[in-house]
């Protein structure tokens, strides 16, 4: 999977180029995952570039069109501008689900849950989004 990503909040403007892998683990109408990136950051929020890995596990069921899933993951990143010092940054929680279009494309919506590195909550946000598999 490769990603390209710009948020702005009104005032600043981030962006980021990704890539990650999903090994999928059906059983059933119930799948399994194990999912791994590496994403990189610059622009304005960030005082140097930033690399982030995010290991992630999640589970979704199919129900046809749509696909509800819960996943937990993990984020690690660079400081202090070495790009190869990795320290642990947040977990995180995301609640979803996507709804299937056509066999190459999707929409999706999400709730995560951002938590701080005591497992406390410290900010929600809602995502929606639009998948198109080449």
Same mark, same amino acid.
Not at 96 to 115: M, W
């Given at each position: 999977? &490769?990603?390209?990503?710009?948020? =702005? ?14 090994? /999928? !683990? ?8 194990? =999912? ?12 140097? /570039? ?11 069921? =199919?129900?046809? &069109? !749509?696909?509800?899933?819960?996943? *937990?993951?993990?984020? &690690?990143?660079?400081?202090?501008? =070495? *790009? %190869? ?15 299937? *279009? ?8 999400? &709730?995560?849950?951002? *938590? ?17 598999? %080449?």
């Amino acid at each position: 999977d &490769l990603g390209a990503g710009v948020a =702005d909040n009104g005032t600043n403007r981030d962006y980021s180029v990704s890539v990650g892998r999903t090994i /999928n !683990v059906p059983v059933g109408r119930i799948s399994g995952y194990v =999912d791994g990136e590496v994403e990189y950051n610059w622009g304005d929020t960030f005082t140097s /570039n930033e690399l982030h890995w995010t290991p992630t596990i999640g589970a979704n069921i =199919d129900m046809g &069109l !749509v696909k509800p899933y819960a996943e *937990l993951g993990y984020r &690690l990143k660079s400081t202090d501008g =070495d *790009l %190869f010092d990795i320290n642990k940054d947040a977990p995180h929680m995301i609640f979803g689900t996507s709804l299937a *279009l056509t066999e190459s494309a999707s929409l999706s919506a999400k &709730l995560t849950r951002s *938590l701080d590195q005591d497992w406390k909550k410290t900010d929600s946000e809602i995502g929606l989004g639009l998948k198109i598999k %080449f």
